[in-house]
């Protein structure tokens, strides 16, 4: 559509009606991040009374070294930091609790019953994981 609008002469009649078309796609896509976004937000929200995030560097995640582009595409494109404000505000209108939890919490190393740190963890699907999981929300939420 850019394209088009592009090879048209600046102020005639087609000109005028692609950039009209052009606007109501831009619109159309905006209407539609902000919806997608109000029914992520509604999943999240459904059901539960404490809601915590981890505080993400887009800024780190967008660059070249860490990510190919496409990766980078898509990180600009979901946008976090929307979907953080949207959360914390809907926490906050339907009375509900939000943390952010800082991005070198090691909450997954420190036991919630004892406070020993273990620095040494492996990534295994068991029992012992999913505990450790639930045990580092609690130890977010100290």
């Given at each position: 559509?850019?394209?088009?609008?592009?090879r048209?002469?600046?102020?005639?009649?087609?000109?005028?009606?692609?950039l009209?078309?052009?606007?109501?796609?831009?619109?159309?896509?905006?209407?539609?991040?902000?919806?997608?976004?109000?029914?992520?937000?509604?999943?999240?929200?459904?059901?539960?009374?404490?809601?915590?995030?981890?505080?993400?560097?887009?800024?780190?995640?967008?660059?070249?070294?860490?990510?190919p582009?496409?990766?980078?595409?898509?990180?600009?494109?979901?946008?976090?930091?929307?979907?953080?404000?949207?959360?914390?505000?809907?926490?906050?209108?339907?009375?509900?609790?939000?943390?952010?939890?800082?991005?070198?919490?090691?909450?997954?190393?420190?036991?919630?019953?004892?406070?020993h740190?273990d620095?040494?963890?492996?990534?295994?699907?068991?029992y012992?994981?999913?505990?450790?999981?639930?045990d580092?929300?609690?130890?977010?939420?100290?």
């Amino acid at each position: 559509m850019k394209e088009e609008l592009s090879r048209r002469k600046k102020g005639s009649k087609n000109y005028n009606k692609t950039l009209r078309k052009l606007e109501e796609l831009y619109r159309k896509l905006k209407n539609a991040r902000k919806k997608y976004l109000e029914e992520v937000v509604s999943k999240i929200l459904k059901g539960k009374e404490i809601i915590l995030a981890e505080r993400l560097k887009v800024k780190e995640m967008l660059s070249k070294e860490n990510n190919p582009k496409s990766v980078r595409k898509s990180i600009s494109n979901v946008m976090f930091q929307k979907i953080l404000q949207t959360l914390e505000y809907k926490c906050k209108w339907s009375g509900k609790t939000f943390h952010q939890i800082s991005t070198y919490y090691p909450s997954s190393q420190i036991c919630s019953e004892c406070g020993h740190k273990d620095t040494t963890m492996q990534v295994e699907i068991s029992y012992k994981r999913i505990k450790r999981v639930k045990d580092s929300i609690i130890n977010k939420m100290k």
